[in-house]
């Protein structure tokens, strides 16, 4: 089997430190799929929220069963437009892999409690764990671990946003979008992966990775707040609740135009598909699940029929294009996510047990900073011990903290925070 698929180079496939072809039966990208596949950090995922926490339900999806949702839209969708399939997948099975306990919640609690020493982002965590928190390769020169030696292509293809803190956007109010790819003490292996790559511009791969991932959990989170809520999409016949998601979406995901998604809504409803009505039935299951399929179809369909019109045939990859994402397939996609909004998420923002979460996450970073390398696993103790500042010692908490599971954080707290705590006699 060619070691390098149409539209790649030999420097897309190169790593850090290289590495003899073990078989060839499989491609350097086909490696990269099995090593994320293999990851420990992968299987916790398994119990990470995604939407709702995980243990809220069966039906609900975890971090875990998302990342293998888009993995699956991305992959077919990166084929159509000539990508490598394995390079697409791989980025799409990765890409969440440094988010926290309690989903975006945790990411907010802890960027507060390292907001002095760089943040917390869970893009720039996922890279940091790629190359160098899950242990599979060590360095042969310096000794230190360069996590999972990934390919360049591949690496590369899980950056959504190429730059660091200090080069953070500004939104309409002059306030900066904490969204980044690079925390400043990865910057090495960064400025490596990126090699020439245009300024600030993802690589094909990542856009259709971050493609996947938009269209899979606007999907999906209605199918999970309509299960999980028992709330009939017919409400939305409503004029009113319509104005209502139309303003959530555009209060949380930056939309301008209100009648752009008052539009959307009207076409997904006017399809033959949409899932008014539900009772909780398998009848009422099946057609859920038709619809989530239906949307998917439409949305990548649409986007690879835009994609195509605009760059022709032939491989796709890497700098050579850019993915084209039509207007009314973009305001489908985001009244999707409103809905999610204005039924689960804006909803618990007010929750006691939310606010509760943080609380437990920057307690427990705090707790851990103070008490020293004996209160961490092995691998992340030393690195506390290797950091020459506190900043160090407090991100080597911090990456211990974001490693763990929604459960495992509440019982590390309890360990580290609440029983100390009693046994001084405190409330």
């Known amino acids: 089997m060619s070691d390098v698929s149409t539209g790649y180079t030999e420097s897309d496939k190169e790593r850090l430190v290289p590495e ?13 799929r099995a090593r994320i596949v293999h990851s420990s950090a992968l299987r916790r995922l398994g119990a990470k929220t995604q939407i709702l926490g995980a243990g809220s339900g069966d039906f609900v999806r975890t971090r875990l069963t998302h990342s293998l949702e888009v993995a699956q839209v991305g992959r077919e969708l990166g084929k159509a437009l ?18 926290p306990p309690f989903g975006h919640n945790g990411e907010r609690a ?8 760089g943040g917390f982002e869970g893009n720039a965590q996922t890279l940091r764990v790629l190359t160098r928190l899950e242990p599979k390769t ?5 000794g230190e671990s360069i996590g999972l030696n990934l390919t360049r292509a591949v690496l590369d293809a899980t950056v959504k946003y190429p730059w660091g803190e200090q080069e953070l956007r500004l939104d309409a109010h002059g306030r900066p979008i904490r969204k980044f790819n690079v925390y400043e003490d990865d910057r090495p292996v960064y400025d490596w992966l990126r090699g020439n790559a245009p ?11 971050d493609l996947a ?13 309509v299960v999980h809520n028992g709330v009939s999409l017919s409400v939305m016949r409503d004029p009113g609740v319509a104005r209502e998601v139309a303003a959530r979406a555009r209060e949380w995901y930056g939309w301008e135009d209100e009648q752009s998604l008052l539009d959307a809504l009207d076409r997904l409803r006017a399809s033959g598909w949409w899932a008014d009505e539900y009772d909780g039935s398998r009848r009422a299951l099946a057609a859920l699940k038709d619809m989530t399929s239906q949307l998917i179809g439409r949305m990548c369909d649409a986007t690879i029929a835009a994609t195509r019109a605009a760059h022709g045939d032939g491989p796709l990859t890497r700098y050579n294009a850019r993915l084209v994402l039509p207007s009314q397939t973009h305001a489908e996609i985001v009244l999707l996510k409103g809905i999610a909004v204005h039924f689960l998420m804006a909803p618990r923002e007010a929750s006691p047990s939310y606010a509760k979460q943080r609380r437990v996450l920057k307690q427990l970073v705090s707790a851990l900073a103070d008490r020293g390398p004996e209160a961490f696993e092995p691998q ?13 010692r407090l991100r080597a908490a911090v990456d211990q903290v974001a490693s763990l599971t929604d459960k495992s954080a509440y019982d590390w707290h309890h360990r580290f925070v609440v029983s100390p705590r009693r046994s001084r006699g405190e409330r």
Do not use: W
């Open 110 to 117: 802890l960027d507060e409690a390292i907001r002095h020493a």
């Open 380 to 392: 992340f103790g030393a690195d506390y011990s290797a950091a020459s500042d506190d900043a160090g």
């Open 82 to 99: 000539g990508c490598d399939p394995d390079v697409v997948d791989a980025a799409c099975l990765a890409h969440d892999l440094g988010h």
């Open 138 to 142: 060590i360095h042969p020169v310096t």
């Open 213 to 225: 991932d938009d269209i899979s959990y606007s999907v999906h989170d209605v199918e999970d707040s």
């Open 199 to 209: 300024e600030r511009q993802p690589s094909f791969e990542a856009q259709v990775m």
């Open 20 to 32: 003899p072809a073990k078989t060839a039966n499989r491609t350097s990208f086909a490696r990269d």
